[in-house]
Nanobody, 124 residues
Framework: QVQLVESGGGLVQAGGSLRLSCAAS????????MGWFRQAPGKEREFVAA????????YYADSVKGRLTISRDNAKNTVYLQMNSLNPEDTAVYYC?????????????????WGQGTQVTVSS
């Protein structure tokens, strides 16, 4: 089992930036892919971005391409989500998740462990 703790959420104005971090423990970090999901009030949890075990391969939801960047530091057991050009539609609780294998998927079933989430609020 993997334990995940997110940080870095907060309130930001439209057009601003935030950087989320997710610290992992409990399993060899480089053995699995990582992902970020988000859930807005009244909506289903949706895929945002994923990264392979090595960090060489990434994938993004169309709604965030060009604005959000996922990265990882295997030496620090941490995955990041750099968020630029934020808009109010990005307001949600953001969750990091550990994949069930080295290579990522984009559905919730491809991820076996979840963090508690961190709130991101973008004001207009």
């Amino acid at each position: 089992q993997v334990q995940l703790v997110e940080s870095g959420g907060g309130l930001v104005q439209a057009g601003g930036s935030l950087r989320l971090s997710c610290a992992a423990s409990g399993r060899t970090f480089s053995a699995y892919a990582m992902g970020w999901f988000r859930q807005a009030p009244g909506k289903e949890r949706e895929f945002v971005a994923a990264i392979s075990w090595s960090g060489c391969s990434t994938y993004y939801a169309d709604s965030v391409k060009g604005r959000l960047t996922i990265s990882r530091d295997n030496a620090k057991n941490t995955v990041y989500l750099q968020m630029n050009s934020l808009n109010p539609e990005d307001t949600a609780v953001y969750y990091c998740a550990a994949g069930t294998s080295r290579f990522y998927g984009t559905s919730r079933a491809d991820f076996g462990s979840w963090g508690q989430g961190t709130q991101v609020t973008v004001s207009s």
